[in-house]
């Protein structure tokens, strides 16, 4: 019964990796939204991919909540990892503090015996305060490490989960609810067809910086955030996807 479940992954991955059109896509059994194990699985399969495609000093920034908390937890030393640098992506999001970028990161380099930058800084933050906030010589030195790190790993979350887990001010709800948001990721909604509907305004890695020669994962399970993959891997951000059955079962449903 094992095999034949390990089968049925690989299908799903194949299926999925030509449905989104990505480099690579790994699928572990069962579904996040019902068993949280599920969650540090994926955690766990992110590590290992990261091993896989360790070089010698390289630059990682990664994103907030629970599902990169899982990597973290799951960060192991391993040879090739010991010099590399460790950065939140994005500032704090208003998220818990245990799920905030930067308690992630210090998690991740410590684990993996790596070295790690922090951004100090108010976020979501007012339009004026970015301007001046991004000049600053130590927040300026951190977000050019960030904005050309090597490898990127996030998460992706459903947009009105996210939204009222961040204490979204009620003005941005009603865009994005208006706006038929259904994917997030760094702190940007999209629409079904992946469209850019609502952006906090935050420091650190712009949708933009993702583009050009960099590994970019994204990390999401569990069947409810099968949308806001489809809506995120739209025009293809991502060049890896790390998901579990429940949502990849669900992605390829209507193929
Ligand atoms: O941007 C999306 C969120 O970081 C996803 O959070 O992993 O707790 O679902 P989560």
């Keep these: 019964p094992y095999m034949r479940e390990v089968s049925g992954v690989r299908v799903l991955e194949d299926r999925l990796r030509e449905k989104l059109k990505l480099k690579s896509v790994i699928v572990v059994p069962g579904d996040s939204d019902e068993s949280e194990w599920v969650k540090e699985e994926m955690g766990k399969a992110c590590v290992t991919y990261l091993q896989s495609i360790s070089r010698p000093g390289q630059t990682l920034a990664v994103t907030g909540g629970t599902t990169m908390a899982s990597v973290a937890s799951r960060m192991t030393p391993s040879a090739g990892m010991e010099d590399w640098l460790f950065v939140p992506a994005r500032g704090g999001l208003g998220e818990r503090v245990e799920h905030q970028a930067n308690t992630i ?6 684990k993996a015996m790596g ?17 001046n906030i991004i000049e600053e010589p130590s927040v300026k030195d ?8 090597d490898i990127v790993i996030h998460g992706l979350g459903d947009a009105l989960t996210m939204a009222n887990r961040r204490k979204t001010p009620d003005d941005q709800l009603a865009v994005i609810k208006e706006r038929q948001a259904v994917g997030e990721a760094f702190g940007y909604y999209f629409s079904q067809s992946g469209e850019v509907v609502h952006k906090v305004r935050t420091v650190g890695l712009q949708l ?12 999401a399970g569990g069947s409810s955030k099968a949308d806001a993959i489809s809506s995120y891997f739209q025009p293809g951000k991502s060049s890896v996807l790390i998901t579990d059955e429940g949502a990849a079962k669900e992605l390829i449903r209507d193929t």
């Excluded at 933009?208 to 990390?219: F, K, N, P, Q, S």
């Design 105 to 110: 990161c210090v998690e991740m380099a410590k």
């Design 115 to 131: 070295n790690y930058r922090l951004l100090y800084v108010p976020d979501p933050i007012s339009e004026e305060s970015y301007q």
């Design 142 to 149: 951190v977000l050019g490490i960030i904005r050309s790190s």
């Design 208 to 219: 933009e910086d993702l583009e050009g020669d960099r590994e970019v994962i994204a990390v």
